[in-house]
Nanobody
Framework: QVQLVESGGGLVQVGGSLRLSCVAS????????LGWFRQAPRKEREFVAA???????DYADSVKGRFTISRDNDKKTVYLQMNNLKPEDTAVYYC???????????????????WGQGTQVTVSS
């Protein structure tokens, strides 16, 4: 069992920045691929960003150029740096892990084995 704990969410004004963190309780962190998803009220959970253990990254079109996913294998932590935040970024953000890598299935929540409880991000206009 892998436990994930997100933090760093909060209230920010339009154009502001936040950095989300997700700490994983696994020694094999460096061999896991990682994803960030978000879910707004009344909406489906949507893909935000992914980082394969091999190093490649993918982003949703809506966040490209604004969000950056990164990882610190020593701290067993994945980050989501969010810049130039917009009201439509308001959501609960979840981190997710899976062993190894993935192909096109990085977009789908079922591709991930472990999930955190989420952290709220609210962008005020």
């Amino acid at each position: 069992q892998v436990q994930l704990v997100e933090s760093g969410g909060g209230l920010v004004q339009v154009g502001g920045s936040l950095r989300l963190s997700c700490v994983a309780s696994t020694r094999a962190f460096s061999r896991y691929s990682l994803g960030w998803f978000r879910q707004a009220p009344r909406k489906e959970r949507e893909f935000v960003a992914a980082s394969r253990w091999t190093g490649s990254k993918d982003y949703a079109d809506s966040v490209k150029g604004r969000f950056t996913i990164s990882r610190d294998n020593d701290k067993k932590t994945v980050y989501l740096q969010m810049n130039n935040l917009k009201p439509e970024d308001t959501a609960v953000y979840y981190c997710a892990l899976r062993p190894g890598s993935f192909g096109s299935d990085y977009l789908r929540p079922p591709s991930y084995d472990y999930w955190g409880q989420g952290t709220q991000v609210t962008v005020s206009s």
